[in-house]
């Protein structure tokens, strides 16, 4: 599975912005999915996670209620819907995808995620 992020960008705090990532091949339906962010000289650290059929999901509790993910497996398409947002917000975000899982499970850890996304840019200025 290769992975491309997409839509950061530079935005005021208070704004919202969908980011996407687009899936190659043709087991995007196999893959639980996820979003991580680093922030400068921080580590990447996990931001929301979305079950093989997008029945489950879970968030870091930085960004529950203004962060949604989903995901249209007909397009091979993940979503990070974002509003809200906050400077604390400003890093690289990175799509991922998790091989292996059954059906209903997710995943907050960064070693259980098998390809990764180059990464999108989102600034969030005060």
């Known amino acids: 599975v290769q992975l491309q992020a997409s839509g950061g960008g530079l935005v005021q705090a208070g704004d919202s912005l969908r980011l996407s990532c687009a899936a190659s091949?043709?087991?995007?339906?196999?893959?639980?999915m996820g979003w991580f962010r680093q922030a400068p000289g921080k580590e990447r650290e996990f931001v929301a996670t979305?079950?093989?059929?997008?029945?489950?999901?879970n968030y870091a509790s930085s960004v529950e209620g203004r962060f949604t993910i989903s995901r249209d497996n007909n397009q091979r398409l993940l979503y990070l819907q974002m509003s809200s947002l906050e400077p604390e917000d400003t890093a690289v975000y990175y799509c991922?995808?998790?091989?292996?899982?059954?059906?209903?499970?997710?995943?907050?850890?960064?070693?259980?995620?098998?390809?990764w996304g180059q990464g999108t840019q989102v600034t969030v200025s005060s």
């Open positions: 091949g043709r087991s995007f339906n196999m893959h639980v």
């Open positions: 979305i079950s093989r059929g997008g029945g489950n999901t």
């Open positions: 991922a995808a998790a091989k292996g899982k059954i059906m209903g499970v997710v995943t907050s850890r960064r070693d259980e995620y098998d390809y």
